[in-house]
T-cell receptor, first 109, second 116 residues
Framework: GQNIDQPTEMTATEGAIVQINCTYQ??????LFWYQQHAGEAPTFLSY??LDGLEEKGRFSSFLSRSKGYSYLLLKELQMKDSASYLC??????????WGAGTKLIIKP | GAVVSQHPSWVICKSGTSVKIECRSL??????MFWYRQFPKQSLMLMAT?????????EQGVEKDKFLINHASLTLSTLTVTSAHPEDSSFYIC????????????FGPGTRLLVL
């Protein structure tokens, strides 16, 4: 079966750095997405990785290792507005998007 | 770019009525759109994949006669919840598949449905 694992909840301090991990086992791989979803709102696109390595976009970076079936989202200089759920999703060989359950990130002052 | 709108944002209706939700890609053409449902504090659940000009593909357990999907143009897909019941109350979110980056889904703002 297809499976995406990410921690259910994480807590971090304002101004700090947090890394949200995602491991996956899917039938094929055509890319990995990270989305941010604030409570009561729809998800918004953060990043897309299809090749191994680190993609940096401002305070957010996303890393992919295809051989390990592993990705992480790194958030730097955390702000209170970063409190949200972060969803990992993998595009499988049929170009179906397989969603993780999401990681709820709580930022404390 | 890659803006998706959804209308209405809130619906309150009586049990037994039908509700139509529209999803539009505003600045790009989307041959494929997706309809999701999300209950409070739960994950996104894909209901169906909507393909322009053809029948929608429904996920297992989703009643196609209850959730009617029409993708009449490259920028518009509609979801009609027929004979709505209180258990259909949920957050319905559409997304449109874009090409930059490849296969990225861009989400509409969602529609909250409350069936009394």
């Amino acid at each position: 079966g297809q499976n995406i694992d990410q921690p259910t909840e994480m807590t971090a301090t304002e101004g700090a750095i947090v890394q949200i991990n995602c491991t996956y086992q899917t039938s094929g791989f055509n890319g990995l997405f990270w989305y941010q979803q604030h409570a009561g709102e729809a998800p918004t696109f953060l990043s897309y990785n299809v090749l191994d390595g680190l993609e940096e976009k401002g305070r957010f970076s996303s890393f992919l290792s295809r051989s390990k079936g592993y990705s992480y989202l790194l958030l730097k200089e955390l702000q209170m507005k970063d409190s949200a759920s972060y969803l990992c999703a993998v595009l499988d060989s049929n170009y179906q998007l397989i969603w993780g359950a999401g990681t709820k990130l709580i930022i404390k002052p | 770019g890659a803006v998706v709108s959804q209308h209405p944002s809130w619906v309150i209706c009586k049990s037994g009525t039908s509700v139509k939700i529209e999803c539009r890609s505003l600045d790009f053409q989307a041959t494929t759109m997706f309809w999701y449902r999300q209950f409070p504090k739960q994950s996104l659940m894909l209901m169906a994949t909507s393909n322009e000009g053809s029948k929608a593909t429904y996920e297992q357990g989703v009643e196609k006669d209850k959730f009617l999907i029409n993708h009449a143009s490259l920028t518009l897909s509609t979801l009609t919840v027929t004979s709505a019941h209180p258990e259909d109350s949920s957050f319905y979110i559409c997304s449109a598949r874009g090409t930059v980056p490849q296969e990225t889904q861009y989400f509409g703002p969602g529609t909250r449905l409350l069936v009394l």
